[in-house]
């Protein structure tokens, strides 16, 4: 039933190591995004799939990497981690055409933590 | 560029007080305006929406106009309930931002029993 999970809801993991998070959308949605929330509730896009193709790519660190492997799932990859990678990662989709037309269905977060 | 200023929260109220948050915005074209809520734990959901000058936008009982004179789109809800305890967010899109939302930067909404 859901309409955009993400998987996992808590990542706690150390320094330097290598996780994904993966997001799925069951709405039939041309368009995906990636946010990161920080602990002040700010809300910063990462990056944007349209049909699989990369079409918003904000300034994150290259140790971000996202992949699209059908329209319907969005996972992010992110390597050697940082301290300052903790926070809420939030994937959304949208109808083509982005969230001028279309709301953004957000899943529920990502908490990353890193020690 | 495009940009959105919200009122810093957080915003404490009793139940069945009136609520305003207020947010203003920047933009160079005719954006359309969003207000956003996001309940504990969970994502963000769209609450209500306006796309032209002077339109209201309403839902669950807030309301929101668009004053293309004031640059506001200003939350209301006349009276609040514990259950509206959330993070409330002001966005905008247009062609300047490539149709993307501009966000602001949230105000926390606690309502006292």
């Known amino acids: 039933d859901t309409a955009v999970s993400q998987t996992p809801k808590y990542l706690v993991t150390q320094m330097g190591n290598d996780k994904s998070i993966k997001c799925e959308q069951n709405?039939?949605?041309?368009?995906m995004y990636w946010y990161k929330q920080d602990s002040k509730k700010f809300l910063k896009i990462m990056f944007s799939y349209n049909n699989k193709e990369l079409i918003i790519n904000e300034t994150v660190p290259n140790r971000f990497s996202p992949k699209s492997p059908d329209k319907a799932h969005l996972n992010l990859h992110i390597n050697s981690l940082e301290l300052g990678d903790s926070a809420v990662y939030f994937c959304?989709?949208?109808?083509?055409?982005?969230?001028?037309?279309?709301?953004?269905?957000f899943g529920n977060g990502t908490r990353l933590t890193v020690t | 560029g495009d940009s959105v200023t919200q009122m810093e929260g957080p915003v404490t109220l009793s139940e069945e007080a009136f609520l305003t948050i207020n947010c203003t915005y920047t933009?160079?074209?005719?954006?359309?305006l969003f207000w956003y809520v996001q309940y504990p734990g969970e994502g963000l959901q769209l609450l209500l929406k306006a796309t032209k000058a002077d339109d209201k936008g309403s839902n669950k009982g807030f309301e929101a106009t668009y004053r293309k004179e004031t640059t506001s789109f200003h939350l209301e809800k006349g009276s609040v309930q514990v259950s509206d305890s959330a993070v409330y967010f002001c966005a905008l899109a247009d062609m300047d931002s490539n149709y993307q939302l501009i966000w602001g930067a949230g105000t926390k909404l606690i309502i006292k029993p």
């Open positions: 959304a989709s949208s109808l083509q055409g982005g969230s001028y037309n279309s709301p953004l269905h």
């Open positions: 933009a160079t074209g005719y954006p359309s």
């Open positions: 709405l039939g949605h041309d368009t």
